[in-house]
């Protein structure tokens, strides 16, 4: 489809989100307001944080999408979600905050030349990071 208003040309960044449909605009809204970025690679797994952390987790499958994101969209930086009311990780602010430390040191070990930022997504739409 030939639209004239779409934009092809911007400026990438990954992101390693829960597939929970009510953070997904909150998560793209706020990342492309608060930093210089047009579009957003969405990578997604039930949990995010909870799955990067669990060491029986197949990390693989998730890394080769990231790696084309980084290599195909020239991607900088790399967004880790965890939110409110997770029904894959259902723990509190006090358990997803320290999961979103260990997951960005795991995919910082993973995508050294990328700077990792981690949110946190309230329902209400509020995002802190
Ligand atoms: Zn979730």
Known sequence: MDNENTKLNGKFAACLNCI????QLPV?????STYNID???M??????DGFLVDSESELK????????AIKVHDCEEIFIV???????????????APNLKIASEKIKDVASKCKVICIYVYLNGNVIN
């Open 82 to 96: 965890a939110h409110e009311d997770c029904a894959a990780n259902p723990v509190d602010f006090k358990t997803h």
């Open 61 to 68: 499958p998730l890394l080769d999408k990231l790696n084309i």
């Open 39 to 41: 579009f957003i690679d």
């Open 20 to 23: 929970d449909g009510r953070v």
């Open 43 to 48: 990578i997604t797994e039930p949990g995010m």
């Open 28 to 32: 793209i809204n706020w990342i492309t």
